[in-house]
């Protein structure tokens, strides 16, 4: 209804033919995929957080347990 493009990539070819109104609005058209790439980020880091990160002595303490269930299996 607007015939505007959502494609950053098409919207700046004839912005620059166009120039003046269309030119003026070209900010949008890169801005909001740029917040919206943060955003999705942001609530990935937050929603797939690492586990816990074990010390050099767990680990190998817990490596020594696993290969000894191992050996008596």
């Known amino acids: 209804m607007t015939n505007t493009s959502v ?9 620059i033919f166009v120039g ?10 890169i801005v909001a995929p740029v917040i919206g790439a943060a955003i999705a980020a942001a609530l990935y ?8 990160k ?3 002595k767990e680990a190998e303490r817990a490596l020594k347990t696993e290969q000894a269930q191992r050996r008596s299996a």
């Open 7 to 15: 494609n950053p990539a098409r919207s700046i070819g004839p912005a």
């Open 45 to 52: 880091t937050v929603t797939h957080a690492p586990a816990e």
């Open 20 to 29: 003046g109104w269309a030119l003026s609005q070209l900010w949008l058209f």
């Open 54 to 56: 074990l010390s050099v």
